[in-house]
């Protein structure tokens, strides 16, 4: 597999942290509680950050991946993850 070059810098980080936080999810945020109510609405956001806070560890445990023949072997991508965790090598 081709080793791609990463490109980013804590600038392009930051930018695409901000973009994804100040997005239509936040737009939309204060009409979806209001429709929920005071009890339903926090606990749904409650809801929804353990379902992301879950995502993001499963991603940073995807980071590296364990072989018991060649060691640990840090993924470069998502793609790679996923080639290296789904793909067998066995016939």
């Given at each position: 597999?081709?080793?791609v070059h990463k490109r980013g810098t804590i600038w392009t980080a930051l930018a695409h942290i901000i973009t994804a936080?100040?997005?239509s999810?936040?737009?939309?945020?204060a009409w979806s509680i209001s429709r929920l109510g005071w009890i339903a609405g926090p606990l749904t956001m409650l809801a929804f950050a353990s379902v992301t806070l879950t995502?993001?560890?499963?991603?940073?445990n995807c980071y590296k991946s364990s072989d018991p023949?060649?060691?640990v072997y840090r993924n470069g991508?998502?793609?790679?993850?996923?080639?290296?965790i789904l793909v067998s090598d066995a016939p």
């Open positions: 597999m081709k080793h936080v100040i997005g999810g936040v737009l939309s945020l995502s993001a560890f499963l991603l940073c023949n060649n060691g991508s998502y793609l790679d993850a996923v080639q290296r």
